[in-house]
């Protein structure tokens, strides 16, 4: 790490640190109070916005000042936010194009004009997005989000400095790279590994490293967890926390059998930094609701009761002026409950994740197209115990399911999860046929190293 980026990254967690006893205390505000900040954090972001951004100040008919009523402003889509990106930032020294360009150029943690870090979203479903954070947007949001989860898992600062792992995006186009980084300074070393390395490769590194703290994949930590359980991984980790894609019952049972510790969940989307974490109740992730606001919505873009599943959600950062996000679309499946917690934290929590809406599979029944959720495959493939992997593959007839095994699974499992899928396909009106194949591992995402648990033939496809 160069002086630079030291001093840089440095500087960013002193900012945070003073502000840790109030950021815990958010937590804990009445409903009321918390609502309250956050129209006076919308109504801020919104005037700055209105006052600063071209595109912001076209749809919102002029600078907005005074409060403002969230639900009834515009939903904002990717193809707006990328079609008139120059627009839409409020530093006009950024420009798509020139962005682009560094993001191509980007191994780690390196900062655009000294300031600003750039990312994209996975890209796993079609058009990739842009997101910049200036120095203080990534303070107020990545920096509290990255101490505040170190405190709910009970991560202290010590010596010798706790070890993060952090498995995930081998590179600094993505927000689990760049969260990660910003935590190698001070009080904690961490050091990132790429979910796209060989299992091998990875094992060693982690061996060597010996890690206090894991962050990653569920499905490559599931994957860790058969390599300790194998006896070739051998590392004490006292926490684990996958992220950013479905966590099913048998992939945190691996882990937990591996490990000997209760994984956390943790969600981080590049377009407001990271969302949620769950506490050591662990009865679902609470929404970081004084960083970003997520509204979980139906297809038409309206609100759905708490506890029930959206079609879609809606994001809003309150601490990114530089990218305004204002209600911006995104795929995930989501439900949502304000029922308490017993650990006292009064913010909102996710109580399933389900994948993105793209996972929806569409598939033939006696009387035209049905629409079948992911939660049904993995009702199959998620709780049993002798897969350690799955992807579901949408193909031209039929769908195939690519599961990794356990090493001490029986070959007729292939047969019986088989007739589980079809069974549950069937259960929900479709009628398809189903290959069940194992395989020896599964492809990633090219680049992330994401694993895709369902992969639906696009929409309007013959
Ligand atoms: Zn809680």
């Known amino acids: 790490m160069s002086a630079a980026a030291w001093l840089e990254r440095a500087a960013n967690l002193a900012s945070a640190l003073p502000r840790r006893r109030a950021d815990d205390e958010r937590m804990r505000w009445s409903r009321d109070r918390l609502a309250a900040w956050q129209r006076e954090r919308v109504a801020e972001i919104v005037r700055h916005a209105s006052e600063r951004s071209p595109f912001y100040r076209e749809r919102l008919g002029g600078p907005v000042r005074g409060p403002v009523e969230l639900s009834a402003l515009p939903i ?12 839409v930032v409020t530093d ?11 993001i191509e150029a980007l191994r780690g943690d390196e900062l655009y004009l000294g300031e600003h870090r750039v990312m994209t979203s996975s890209g796993s479903s079609g058009r990739k997005a842009v997101y910049v954070y200036d120095r203080p947007a990534w303070r107020a949001i990545v920096m509290t989000a990255n101490l505040r989860m170190s405190r709910m898992v009970g991560l202290k600062p010590g010596v010798p400095r706790p070890r993060i792992a952090v498995v995930a995006a081998p ?45 990653g994949y569920p499905s490559t930590l599931a994957i860790l967890a058969e390599e300790q359980i194998a006896g070739r991984l051998r590392i004490r980790p006292k926490w684990v926390t996958t992220s950013s894609e479905v966590r099913t019952a048998s992939m945190a049972e691996r882990i937990r059998a ?9 969600l981080g989307l590049t377009e407001i930094g990271i969302a949620a974490l769950d506490c050591t109740e662990h009865e679902g992730m609470h929404l970081f609701e004084d960083l970003s606001i997520i509204e979980v919505v139906d297809e038409h873009g309206r609100a759905v009761p708490d506890g029930s599943p959206g079609a879609k959600i809606l994001v809003t950062s309150l601490w990114n002026r530089v990218q305004p996000i204002i209600r911006f679309e995104v795929g995930d499946l989501m439900t949502v409950t304000s029922e308490p917690c017993a650990c006292g934290r009064t913010f909102r929590r996710i109580v399933a994740l389900d994948g993105r809406s793209d996972d929806v599979l569409e598939l033939p029944g006696p009387s035209g197209l049905v629409s079948v959720h992911p939660i049904h495959l993995r009702g199959v493939l998620g709780r049993h115990a002798a897969v350690v992997a799955y992807q579901i593959v949408q193909r031209e007839d039929d769908l195939e399911a690519l599961v990794v095994l356990a090493k001490d699974a029986a070959p007729e499992v292939v047969v019986e999860l088989g007739c589980d899928l079809v069974a549950a396909v069937r259960a929900q009106g479709a009628e398809v046929p189903v290959v069940v194949r194992a395989v020896p591992a599964i492809v990633r995402e090219p680049g992330v190293g994401k694993l895709k648990l369902v992969r639906a033939r696009p929409r309007g496809c013959p």
């Open 258 to 266: 591996a490990f000997g510790v209760e994984p956390f969940d943790c």
């Open 76 to 87: 904002l889509t990717k193809d707006q936010l990328m079609d008139r990106f120059d627009e």
């Open 92 to 102: 006009p020294r950024l420009r798509l194009e020139a962005l682009l360009g560094h």
């Open 171 to 215: 590179d600094g186009k993505h927000m689990t790279f760049r969260g990660g980084a910003s935590m190698d300074v001070g009080v904690f070393v961490s050091r990132r590994f790429s979910a796209a390395s060989p299992v091998p490769e990875l094992v060693a590194a982690l061996n060597d490293y010996a890690p206090d703290l894991m962050l």
